[in-house]
């Protein structure tokens, strides 16, 4: 979901104001959630509830809508599994639906209302995999929980229904397992709505048929969708929608693209559309096949102020480049892949958000920083916030823009450029292709662990400071010019909140002068940590993270004339070496110095004459061909003295 989908359509500086969303009822699925993911996370036994000892095979979904009027009938048939024998199942649909009856097999059931529950009674004991169905007629005008879920409204005066269930709203328009451990296999929709106000129909998959009733008073749409799916991504809205179709070329496939919008939006919808057919052409081949290769993928316009990725079909307010490519990614990262847990929600939303970045960038190169700064100034403006989702309870911490949208999107800029781009890349398509998560649900673990397969580095700090840790550091950095090509640099960070007492990342430094640039990259491991680079001139200024990598605030670049007055004028190292050691001279008189190298034996091995700058040299000496031993080092400065020291080759 592109949740507050005003992140890429209103202005930057209004990111951080995310609307007032209410959302009824969600505290006692997101408890239990939370309380399995914690029970999974330690290891412990975990007594699962009847609906999640559930196995969804198939849905046949029958309902009839009129757009007009906020409310909804149908039946509901359901094949399914039970991980153990049980007597019972639940599904979950929220109190205010009325339950007409139950069946199996054309015989009614016994069943009874629990906490937004419908526990039903088999009569028998079902075994393990074993395979069963029944049947759930119902009726009512549903809630409208989180962002809408089942929402009545109108367009130019025609009125419209549709539904956006994530995170916790399939329960309230339809009885279903409501949950992340389990995905529907696959799933008939049968909508039937009046016949004469040109009504259509929308749903997941591939439209079967439409048709009208024999008193031509209503039409039934049919809709199959045959790739694994979880509740919430089940859609329907009901309009006058206008339809168009395009497709795409993918390999050897001609996907179709399908749209249904609202006829005064037409034109916008059709001009739009080649953006995202450009952006299923990239995905499609940068991170793998489009998931639906065998269906389709297809907008539909509705009146909510973002979008959502129901599967093959993502819903929409309007065609916007930014909010299309979001929606679209997600059949990738949400839906092909959909987080296993709300803790885990930047799996969807920040790599979907950061698949965007990608593509936008590499059709807008002239704003990539911009962008990356305004992200980064909003991810910033408050001091506190992790990735990480603490509190599943509440709609608006799940779908946080600052911290689960943009900062999930930039902990992956900064793994881009911690990991390299091709070592990311590829980790990006493994996890895509890995057998135990595709057309199923993923921890963040199983990212980490393909980002560590792929660049063979241990990422264990980085996730537990940049992904459960909160804030981010602010960089204050000393360098001074040691030589005519040299720079000496103290890296020092403060952090925004006490859960991180220092941030370990790779630091980018742009070092220029009038008419020489040059970036470089200090791995920062540690607070006042001190570094030795050759830039190949002598620098003016020097900026941080030019290029906006790091989630980082207020930092600053000071040049000074010595980072350690108080060391020594000669400083000679490593001792013992083996293929160079390095020189500082500093506080030296006059414009060059002498080196001469001795063998223990008065034989010499090297010498050479170096300029200073301001009395200060940084020199390397190549030592490869030297024999292992003792060596006599003599400094002879303008005035001819001389500093002798004693080193040895090991």
Same mark, same amino acid.
């Given at each position: 979901?592109?949740?507050?989908?005003?992140?890429?359509?209103?202005?930057?500086?209004?990111?951080?104001?995310?609307?007032?969303?209410?959302?009824?009822?969600?505290?006692?699925?997101?408890?239990?959630?939370?309380?399995?993911?914690?029970?999974?996370?330690?290891?412990?036994?975990?007594?699962?509830?009847?609906?999640?000892?559930?196995?969804?095979?198939?849905?046949?979904?029958?309902?009839?809508?009129?757009?007009?009027?906020?409310?909804?009938?149908?039946?509901?048939?359901?094949?399914?599994?039970?991980?153990?024998?049980?007597?019972?199942?639940?599904?979950?649909?929220?109190?205010?639906?009325?339950?007409?009856?139950?069946?199996?097999?054309?015989?009614?059931?016994?069943?009874?209302?629990?906490?937004?529950?419908?526990?039903?009674?088999?009569?028998?004991?079902?075994?393990?995999?074993?395979?069963?169905?029944?049947?759930?007629?119902?009726?009512?005008?549903?809630?409208?929980?989180?962002?809408?879920?089942?929402?009545?409204?109108?367009?130019?005066?025609?009125?419209?229904?549709?539904?956006?269930?994530?995170?916790?709203?399939?329960?309230?328009?339809?009885?279903?397992?409501?949950?992340?451990?389990?995905?529907?296999?696959?799933?008939?929709?049968?909508?039937?709505?009046?016949?004469?106000?040109?009504?259509?129909?929308?749903?997941? #998959?591939?439209?079967?048929?439409?048709?009208?009733?024999?008193?031509?008073?209503?039409?039934?749409?049919?809709?199959?969708?045959?790739?694994?799916?979880?509740?919430?991504?089940?859609?329907?809205?009901?309009?006058?929608?206008?339809?168009?179709?395009?497709?795409?070329?993918?390999?050897?496939?001609?996907?179709?693209?399908?749209?249904?919008?609202?006829?005064?939006?037409?034109?916008?919808?059709?001009?739009?559309?080649?953006?995202?057919?450009?952006?299923?052409?990239?995905?499609?081949?940068?991170?793998?096949?489009?998931?639906?290769?065998?269906?389709?993928?297809?907008?539909?316009?509705?009146?909510?102020?973002?979008?959502?990725?129901?599967?093959?079909?993502?819903?929409?307010?309007?065609?916007?480049?930014?909010?299309?490519?979001?929606?679209?990614?997600?059949?990738?990262?949400?839906?092909?892949? &959909?987080?296993?847990?709300?803790?885990?929600?930047?799996?969807?939303?920040?790599?979907?958000?950061?698949?965007?970045?990608?593509?936008?960038?590499?059709?807008?190169?002239?704003?990539?920083?911009?962008?990356?700064?305004?992200?980064?100034?909003?991810?910033?403006?408050?001091?506190?916030?992790?990735?990480?989702?603490?509190?599943?309870?509440?709609?608006?911490?799940?779908?946080?823009?600052?911290?689960?949208?943009?900062?999930?999107?930039?902990?992956?800029?900064?793994?881009?450029?911690?990991?390299?781009?091709?070592?990311?890349?590829?980790?990006?398509?493994?996890?895509?292709?890995?057998?135990?998560?595709?057309?199923?649900?993923?921890? &963040?673990?199983?990212?980490?662990?393909?980002?560590?397969?792929?660049?063979?580095?241990?990422?264990?700090?980085?996730?537990?400071?940049?992904?459960?840790?909160?804030?981010?550091?602010?960089?204050?950095?000393?360098?001074?010019?040691?030589?005519?090509?040299?720079?000496?640099?103290?890296?020092?960070?403060?952090?925004?909140?006490?859960?991180?007492?220092?941030?370990?990342?790779?630091?980018?430094?742009?070092?220029?002068?009038?008419?020489?640039?040059?970036?470089?990259?200090?791995?920062?491991?540690?607070?006042?940590?001190?570094?030795?680079?050759?830039?190949?001139?002598?620098?003016?200024?020097?900026?941080?993270?030019?290029?906006?990598?790091?989630?980082?605030?207020?930092?600053?670049?000071?040049?000074?004339?010595?980072?350690?007055?108080?060391?020594?004028?000669?400083?000679?190292?490593?001792?013992?070496?083996?293929?160079?050691?390095?020189?500082?001279?500093?506080?030296?008189?006059?414009?060059?110095?002498?080196?001469?190298?001795?063998?223990?034996?008065?034989?010499?091995?090297?010498?050479?004459?170096?300029?200073?700058?301001? #009395?200060?040299?940084?020199?390397?000496?190549?030592?490869?061909?030297?024999?292992?031993?003792?060596?006599?080092?003599?400094?002879?400065?303008?005035?001819?003295?001389?500093?002798?020291?004693?080193?040895?080759?090991?």
């Amino acid at each position: 979901m592109c949740c507050i989908l005003c992140s890429f359509l209103l202005p930057y500086s209004s990111w951080s104001q995310a609307p007032d969303i209410l959302c009824k009822q969600t505290s006692d699925i997101a408890r239990a959630e939370m309380r399995a993911a914690e029970k999974k996370q330690m290891g412990q036994w975990y007594k699962k509830t009847a609906s999640e000892f559930l196995d969804i095979k198939y849905h046949r979904c029958a309902w009839t809508i009129d757009p007009a009027v906020k409310y909804i009938s149908g039946t509901v048939t359901t094949y399914f599994t039970l991980q153990s024998a049980s007597d019972s199942v639940l599904f979950d649909l929220t109190d205010n639906m009325v339950v007409d009856k139950v069946s199996r097999k054309g015989v009614d059931l016994a069943y009874t209302r629990g906490a937004n529950t419908v526990n039903i009674r088999l009569g028998f004991i079902l075994n393990a995999d074993q395979l069963d169905s029944l049947s759930i007629q119902y009726h009512g005008a549903p809630n409208a929980s989180g962002f809408g879920s089942f929402t009545q409204s109108v367009h130019e005066g025609v009125p419209v229904i549709w539904t956006l269930s994530e995170p916790y709203g399939a329960r309230d328009w339809w009885p279903c397992k409501n949950t992340l451990d389990d995905k529907i296999d696959s799933v008939d929709v049968f909508i039937t709505c009046p016949n004469n106000k040109a009504y259509k129909a929308i749903s997941n #998959g591939l439209r079967q048929s439409e048709t009208v009733s024999p008193d031509t008073s209503n039409v039934t749409t049919h809709w199959k969708h045959r790739y694994p799916m979880v509740s919430y991504l089940l859609c329907l809205a009901v309009t006058n929608y206008q339809e168009f179709n395009k497709s795409v070329q993918l390999g050897d496939v001609t996907l179709p693209m399908q749209t249904f919008c609202y006829p005064e939006s037409y034109d916008s919808f059709y001009g739009s559309t080649q953006s995202t057919l450009d952006a299923l052409l990239f995905y499609h081949y940068a991170f793998g096949d489009y998931p639906f290769i065998k269906e389709k993928y297809g907008h539909t316009q509705f009146s909510w102020g973002g979008g959502e990725e129901h599967q093959t079909n993502s819903f929409v307010i309007n065609p916007g480049e930014s909010l299309c490519a979001h929606e679209l990614a997600h059949q990738w990262f949400g839906d092909k892949i &959909t987080c296993a847990s709300w803790v885990d929600i930047w799996l969807n939303e920040g790599l979907a958000t950061q698949l965007v970045s990608i593509f936008m960038e590499l059709r807008h190169p002239e704003s990539i920083y911009s962008t990356r700064k305004a992200e980064i100034d909003n991810i910033t403006s408050l001091p506190d916030g992790s990735v990480k989702v603490d509190d599943t309870t509440t709609v608006n911490r799940i779908f946080s823009n600052r911290l689960t949208y943009l900062k999930g999107s930039h902990l992956l800029y900064m793994l881009r450029f911690k990991l390299g781009s091709d070592a990311f890349l590829n980790a990006i398509r493994a996890y895509q292709k890995d057998t135990k998560l595709i057309y199923n649900f993923a921890r &963040t673990a199983d990212l980490k662990r393909h980002l560590e397969e792929s660049s063979g580095q241990r990422l264990d700090s980085f996730f537990r400071q940049w992904y459960e840790g909160q804030g981010y550091p602010s960089y204050k950095v000393q360098w001074a010019q040691i030589g005519s090509t040299t720079v000496k640099i103290k890296m020092s960070q403060t952090t925004s909140h006490p859960s991180v007492s220092f941030f370990q990342m790779p630091v980018a430094l742009k070092f220029n002068n009038a008419t020489q640039e040059k970036t470089i990259v200090v791995d920062n491991q540690s607070n006042g940590e001190l570094f030795i680079r050759d830039i190949g001139f002598v620098a003016d200024s020097m900026f941080i993270d030019p290029e906006y990598w790091l989630i980082s605030k207020d930092n600053v670049s000071t040049k000074v004339t010595d980072i350690d007055p108080k060391s020594e004028n000669l400083i000679v190292y490593p001792s013992p070496f083996r293929n160079y050691f390095n020189i500082m001279i500093q506080n030296y008189t006059g414009s060059e110095v002498n080196i001469i190298l001795h063998s223990a034996v008065g034989q010499k091995v090297f010498a050479n004459t170096y300029s200073l700058y301001n #009395g200060r040299e940084y020199i390397s000496v190549p030592t490869q061909n030297l024999a292992t031993g003792k060596y006599i080092l003599s400094v002879f400065d303008a005035q001819g003295e001389r500093k002798t020291i004693s080193i040895l080759k090991d």
